[in-house]
């Protein structure tokens, strides 16, 4: 089992930044690959970008390549997110979601754990 705890979300700026941080118990999670994924009001929750299971390769939805990087620390446990050129349409609620294998997905399918969410808030 992996527990998966997201922070750093809140209200910017258009043009701001943030950086979001997943925390996962358990011993495992360096095995896993982890995924950002959001839901905004009144749509389906969509993939934002993932990491393997050492940070060896990511992949970035096309509306945030450039402006999003994620990166994973294996010593704490912790995948993060670092958000720039914040735009209005990424206000949602930003997920941190844990893959059952080493390698991974754009499908929300594929991970079984799952945090509860930071809510991103970015005015124009």
């Known amino acids: 089992q992996v527990q998966l705890v997201e922070s750093g979300g809140g209200l910017v700026q258009a043009g701001g930044s943030l950086r979001l941080s997943c925390a996962a118990s358990?011993?495992?999670?360096?095995?896993?690959?982890m995924g950002w994924f959001r839901q905004a009001p009144g749509k389906e929750r969509e993939f934002v970008t993932a990491?393997?299971?050492?940070?060896?390769?990511?992949t970035y939805a096309d509306s945030v390549k450039g402006r999003f990087a994620i990166s994973r620390d294996n010593a704490k446990n912790t995948v993060y997110v670092q958000m720039n050129s914040l735009k209005p349409e990424d206000t949602a609620v930003y997920y941190c979601?844990?893959?059952?294998?080493?390698?991974?997905?754009?499908?929300?399918?594929?991970?079984?754990?799952w945090g509860q969410g930071t809510q991103v808030t970015v005015s124009s």
């Open positions: 979601a844990a893959a059952g294998t080493r390698y991974y997905s754009t499908y929300q399918s594929q991970y079984p754990y």
């Open positions: 358990g011993r495992t999670f360096k095995n896993y690959a």
């Open positions: 990491i393997s299971w050492n940070g060896g390769s990511t």
